[in-house]
């Protein structure tokens, strides 16, 4: 042993080479002096204990919340008790969003591929790099399609998308695809095509409450979240129609096992038991609404017992619920949630939903379904300039390319040109349709879109097939993702821009329109742990470098450009974003200061408004001005007008289940996964699968099973229960990971992506993610 | 009385201490004899432990370059630590080795190079980090403003042990009543922030690295550390109460 020592260490004497060949080169050196002489004690920072509010970005929510900063690190994150909108609530990932900044997986630095795609070889580069090899990429896509929409851009909801939409416009593309048409365009156009907007619910104050398909006590959202657990008035009733027995479901008063895929026909029923028994509120169908008698005709053949038929629940038990909702009217609410993202006949299925409130007049008043009250924020006056090698969005233009995704028990006239669009208010413009615009992008029709920005969204997970996601991805000539982890999409890209984490950002200010509105805005909680950016900063670097391109505004009027560089360059992105945040909130004085140290500011103390669609003259976003229980619009489109049943079109195999998907309280998607705290709470997902039918399989509870659909199969853990009917199976989304860095997920369970089938709305141009069918044995 | 060695390190760990107050402690800075200093030793040492950072900071063609041009002084280091000379490969291989093993991966970084990820929960600035910047200023160092690191990356710890041993040996022959302070810093760094780290994260690369360099240099780090007490107890001079096993 002393040999060994001796001989290891003889570095140490005097003769070492590593002494003589110590001659480093000059600027080595990561430390500095620091500015004052080494021991003056005087300097050493205080120990410091800060609060500093701002607001969750864990999910969509955004809860107040206040973090406790220790000598410059985030202790701990705090529920903001003051907040409006979350009501003093931080839910397990609100929690836990405290790790996010100290992660060390999180991206530091922007990369650059060196090896093909998906092979894992990156090397550093500067910002400067970064901006400039973008810019370059777009100008060299540009030139080679003559056609700005050959670039297309991904985005999910955030404060800082709309600095992502400056970089977007700043280069002309109409090719936008946000998350929407995977979660709730469903439910936004089926609501609209009533009341022309998309409500929310007061459960705050309402008597009786009526929830189809929304497990609001694990899919989290506030104020409702909230409102059903700890804020229900005395006396609430809450009915669950769930194929599973939910969290929700136990909490609720009734909960009925619905056949998956018939929740229309349930509420049809209760709609023909309020009309035949003349239960509907008169005075309020006169006054406000358009095509009662052509609904009147319509649901006369779906009484209770038609329905008991499709719903497999008792026709009496369909009757008491149409008649306690029309008892307690206008306090009931029939639940409109949020995600909707279910069968391909969706947009009826809210549709009648919001008929159902509309007849019984619950609607803008206490305790009913309200519409969305917001606070006014001064917009910048920005005029993006106008490209002349622009071609319209491809999920517009595509032709024929939907057929094979699309029951045909609901497809429309439009489909041999392409979904219906905005000019009827079907297709939001930015948030197009994923699985039109892949269908597009894989078929080169109309025209090739090889440019892909992908900035917080992960659609290799998110989006139904990954098989086709990873092949619209090969197409891609370039990639570029901005993101705060390596994705799995973001391991597909050219080049990964790191962005900053919530709680080291200035977020512009939002007007978060609801019962009860209020404006947010975040400010950094935490200094920048490393070489990361904002989406402010990132488009303002890319714009800057695109400058210098001539060729990228060739196409354009030499006015508009110098427009372009005062206004949007020189104005908002060369400035400090509080001077953009501070312009916003200019016609509310004290605002700025309030949200500084509240993270939320309301007017009138926060407090509802009711009825404000229900004052005299007021005309509702629809073709009549009123409450459409005929839409107008479909007939013109050659749609349905009325909520007409739609039998299901994929049918089971036998043996096979209809497969769900859904979420838990602790997760958000794919995003939170790997998050070490969470992670303590749910380690797997595993799939439900009733007793009855496991006993058959031979199957017992926690036993590993595949799970096979026509587009891909999964290895899963079983939970056997009897919470979940016979006919369908059930998972949380978010597991299964492709990445084996993914360190907790990867392998844990199954996923989503890989099963469910690219089955579209049309009239949305949402996914349906309920409409894959699946067999099940034994691993 | 002269404190041993292992009564030195003791306190290190004994307490949450600052420099400060061991520097108004008679009892500490009449522990050791300057004099004693192998100051031919520290500057080796001071040399490895830079030559070591280089190595484990992000490849630029700078840095590569110095790799590669200092390789030939460290052979015998690198023969007797590692078990063999590192073999550099081109650096267009080496930056993404770098960053597949260090600085991200498909989701994960399989060895993070950060001290605080080996204590605590696993994430980044654990409860030992601010003592860590503490330590750097009362030192006279900071962060350099273009470097987008943390005190606590491996590299960086590496350096400013460099740069300590360095302290010692400038001052050595000065009344500089500072040196005590110095060796604590240095001593702290190794023992509380590098030590715990090596064994992992020189795992982490032997499971993860596709080329031998960081396999070969990561186990010449973790067998300098595990060496640490006989190496600084004949740098130092300091008596030890295994003197003939450790001092060798
Ligand atoms: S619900 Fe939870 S994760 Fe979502 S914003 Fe609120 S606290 Fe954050």
């Known amino acids: ?563 372009f560089k005062k206004n949007v360059v020189e104005d908002i992105l060369d400035k400090p974003i509080q001077d953009y945040i501070k312009h916003q909130l200019v016609n509310h004085p004290g605002a700025y200061k309030q949200l500084l140290k509240e993270g939320f500011y309301t007017v009138d103390g926060g407090r509802p408004t009711y009825g404000k669609t229900l004052k005299p003259g007021f005309r509702f976003k629809s073709k009549t001005g009123k409450i459409e229980l005929f839409n107008e619009r479909y007939k013109e489109f050659g749609l349905f007008p009325l909520p007409k049943y739609c039998e299901p079109e994929i049918l089971p195999d036998p043996g096979q289940y209809r497969f769900l998907v859904g979420r838990t309280a602790w997760n958000t998607h794919t995003s939170t996964q790997n998050n070490p705290y969470l992670w303590e709470i749910q380690k797997e997902n595993a799939v439900w699968l009733n007793t009855g039918e496991a006993k058959k399989k031979g199957i017992v509870d926690g036993e590993y099973v595949r799970i096979k659909s026509k587009i891909g199969e999964q290895r899963i853990k079983a939970y056997v229960t009897e919470k979940i009917r016979p006919d369908c199976v059930f998972y949380v989304n978010g597991w299964g990971r492709k990445s084996p860095g993914m360190s907790r997920a990867y392998k844990s369970g199954a996923s989503e992506a890989e099963i469910i089938d690219d089955v579209l709305d049309t009239i949305s141009g949402g996914v349906c993610m309920h409409e894959t069918f699946v067999t099940i044995k034994k691993a | 009385m002269e404190m041993s060695f292992e009564s030195l390190k003791e306190t290190i760990f004994a307490q949450s201490r600052t420099l400060r107050p061991g520097m108004q402690d008679k009892h500490e800075t009449s522990a050791w004899d300057k004099n004693r200093l192998d100051v031919e030793s520290a500057l080796a040492l001071k040399n490895i432990f830079f030559y070591l950072s280089l190595i484990f900071r992000y490849p630029t063609e700078q840095i590569y370059s110095e790799i590669a041009g200092h390789l030939e002084a460290f052979t015998d280091f690198f023969t007797d630590y590692g078990g063999a000379v590192p073999e550099l490969p081109p650096i267009d291989d080496l930056q993404p080795e770098y960053i597949s093993l260090f600085v991200n991966n498909q989701g994960f970084v399989p060895a993070a190079p950060y001290a605080s990820c080996y204590q605590g929960d696993g994430l980044l600035m654990s409860d030992n980090f601010y003592r860590l910047r503490q330590i750097i200023m009362e030192s006279g160092f900071m962060l350099d403003a273009s470097v987008h690191e943390l005190e606590d990356h491996l590299a960086v710890l590496l350096e400013f042990c460099s740069s300590l041993l360095n302290t010692l040996v400038e001052k050595n022959n000065s009344s500089d009543k500072n040196l005590m302070a110095c060796i604590y810093a240095l001593l702290e760094i190794s023992y509380r922030y590098i030590e715990p780290l090596v064994d992992d994260f020189t795992d982490k690369i032997n499971s993860y690295a596709s080329y031998d360099f960081y396999k070969v240099t990561g186990k010449a780090l973790k067998s300098l550390f595990h060496d640490a007490d006989p190496i600084y107890v004949q740098l130092l001079g300091f008596r030890s109460n295994s003197t003939n096993e450790l001092q060798g």
């Open chain 1, 1 to 563: 042993m002393k040999k060994k020592l001796m001989s290891r260490r003889k570095f140490l004497g005097l003769s070492s080479s590593a002494i003589a060949g110590a001659l480093f080169g000059p600027n080595l050196n990561m430390l500095t002096a620091a500015p004052t002489d080494p021991f003056d004690y005087s300097i050493l920072p205080k120990g410091t204990r800060e609060y500093i509010a701002s607001n969750c970005a864990m999910c969509v929510n955004k809860c107040g919340i206040i973090g406790e900063v220790v000598n410059g690190k985030l202790h701990k994150i705090n529920p903001n008790p003051r907040h409006v909108k979350s009501r003093g609530m931080l839910c397990a990932k609100g929690n836990a969003g405290v790790s996010l900044p100290y992660s060390p997986d999180r991206l530091k630095t922007p990369l650059l591929r060196t090896g093909k795609r998906g092979e894992g070889k990156w090397k550093e580069i500067s910002w400067d790099e970064a901006f400039k090899y973008v810019a370059k990429n777009l100008a060299d896509l540009k030139q080679k399609y003559e056609n700005r929409s050959s670039v297309a851009f991904a985005s999910t909801e955030g404060f800082q998308e709309e600095f992502y939409y400056y970089l977007v416009n700043s280069f002309g593309s109409l090719n936008t695809v946000r998350h929407t048409t995977l979660c709730l365009s469903t439910n936004i156009q089926g609501w609209s095509s009533v009341f022309g907007s998309f409500p929310d619910a007061d459960l705050a104050n309402a008597e009786y409450v009526l929830m189809l398909g929304s497990d609001r006590a694990q899919a989290l959202i506030t104020p409702d979240s909230v409102d059903f657990q700890r804020y229900k008035p005395k006396g609430q009733k809450l009915i669950v129609l769930d194929p599973r027995f939910t969290e929700t479901g136990a909490k609720a008063d009734r909960w009925y096992p619905i056949k998956p895929r018939t929740d229309q026909g349930f509420v049809l029923a209760m709609i023909n038991v309020i009309i035949s028994e003349n239960l509907y509120d008169h005075k309020f169908v006169e006054t406000y609404t358009h095509g009662f008698e052509e609904l009147k005709e319509l649901v006369a053949e779906y009484t209770p017992e038609w329905a008991e038929k499709k719903c497999e629940i008792a026709a009496d038990e369909i009757r008491k619920t149409a008649r306690e909702f029309a008892d307690h009217a206008p306090r009931s609410v029939i639940y409109p949630g949020r995600r909707s993202s279910f069968y391909s006949h969706e947009v009826y299925v809210r549709q009648t939903f919001a008929i159902l409130a509309a007849i019984c007049g619950c609607w803008d008043t206490k305790g009913a379904v309200v519409p969305k009250s917001s606070i006014k924020l001064a917009s910048h006056d920005v005029m993006f300039p106008f490209f002349n090698l622009t071609r319209d969005r491809v999920d517009r233009e595509a032709v024929n390319l939907v057929k094979d995704v699309v029951p045909s028990a609901v497809q429309c006239p439009m489909i041999g040109t392409g979904l219906p669009d905005d000019s009827c208010a079907f297709l939001s413009e930015k948030d197009g349709s994923w699985i039109t615009f892949r269908e597009a992008v894989l078929q080169d029709d109309p025209y090739p879109v090889r440019g892909f920005f992908c900035f917080k969204q992960n659609p290799v997970q998110s989006v139904p097939n990954v098989k086709k996601t990873m092949k619209m991805l090969e197409k891609m000539e370039f990639i570029c993702v901005i993101e705060q982890q390596m994705s799995d999409t973001a391991w597909y890209a050219d080049i990964v821009l790191p962005h900053s984490t919530y709680l080291e950002s200035w977020d512009p200010a939002h007007s978060i329109g609801g019962i009860w509105p209020i404006v947010e805005m975040r400010q950094p909680v935490i200094k920048p742990l490393f070489d990361t950016k904002t989406m402010f900063e990132i488009s303002g670097g890319i714009i800057h470098e695109m400058l210098k391109i001539p060729s990228l505004w060739d196409d354009i009027d030499p006015v508009d450009l110098v427009d």
